[in-house]
């Protein structure tokens, strides 16, 4: 493959990213000395007029002040540190921007402007920039493939021509480390960062290390890639088409401290299209038996149209060790505490050990703002049922054994509420992990 030129592999890149629905543009026609300039400047990374135009479109209620001010929160820096700074901007780009405006009647209002349409992709802007350049001071960088969203970049695609396929993705690694460092305004949005030579491809968060890049093995997370076959073509259908994207910039993203700093962690394939098939599993075992609010055909998910809706079976989920299943747990935590459907549910999380329930409870934790609330350890039985009988919503940890019945035949009930969803972790004896 050491014919193939990196322009090659660029060009194959950018046609497929067009199939998937992206505009794409060359930076010598839209950048500040192109024909017809999306900015005045190369240190502006924002594309304003797309995002300003976006912003009006998802929000026509809201008046031309307050879509205004939201934009300036989202272009204007805040903080010194790139992660946290990235942390404040992915809150605005997955929760909206609150801001405050005048209502005709005069009346001071509260008000949340969306950045990104979540429900309705199509409503976006999609585009994709080759050879995009940025100018940080002395600093002039050109990232071979900048995908936007409304205007804002969210990936940066870097690539090598093939040959070595671990040297390669070191360099184009190596390469976006640099970009990070010197031209810092270009990640300040960033969901993700993408390496490929054209055949190996990885992808990985904005403080992923070279080892924390990951293949991306299916794009509808039922047939897994052959060896041998493309990684980046799998890897830009599976992560690139628009809802998938959006889903993983939502709903499988999360920031947490750790002993050496603040880490962003973005879902593997295998964690991203398991949740989506256990959520789905959980709608259907968890409605009324006259129906069900979705359809677990939309997810992919044929193995359940044998089984009854409301049957209160979800299933099983099975990962190897360190495939990272008390983050998977989390990313389903998230999902399922939102969704409509599940009506705030109170999640109980089982574990046979004591330290199997802190490492879980302390991932959890990590995840709070995630999953939108603060978890909670039982440190008893009693207070365990304290805690599952209050109203729902809430996240329990506990371990099996304050289950235990208090005498000998005293095996009355925790609680008779119906609004838990339970979640348990099997020990190191055995593989199964629900």
Known sequence: MAFLSEAAVE?????????????IEREEDIGPDGYRPERESHDEVVLKKRLTDAVARINPALPVEARQDAIRKVTQSELPSLLEENRRLHKLLTEGVDVEYYAM??????GKVRLIDFENP????WLAVSQFVVINGSHNRRPDVVVFVNGLPLAVI??????SAGAHLAGAFNQLQTYKGEITQLFHTNALLVTSDGIAARVGSLSADLE????????DGTNVAPKGAPELSTLIEGVFEHRRLLDLLRHFTVFGETGSGLIKI???????HAVRHAVASTIRASMPVQGVAEDPADYGLSSVKTQSPGDRRVGVIWHTQGSGKSLLMAFYAGLLVKHPAMANPTLVVLTDRNDLDDQLFATFSMCRDLIRQTPVQAESREHLQTLLNR??????????QKFAPVGANNYSPL?????????????HHSPLTT
């Open 415 to 427: 609680t008779t509420a119906n609004h838990h969803s339970p979640l348990t972790t099997a020990n």
């Open 266 to 272: 973005i879902a593997g394939y295998h964690q991203f």
């Open 391 to 400: 109203a729902s919503g809430g996240v329990i940890f506990t371990t099996l």
């Open 158 to 163: 870097e690539l090598k021509a093939p040959g």
């Open 212 to 219: 924390r890049f990951m293949p991306w093995r299916t794009t």
């Open 11 to 23: 060009l194959a890149l950018l046609d497929q990213l067009r199939a998937l629905g992206y505009r």
């Open 122 to 125: 199509e409503q976006n802007d």
């Open 105 to 110: 009647d005069g009346t001071l209002t509260a």
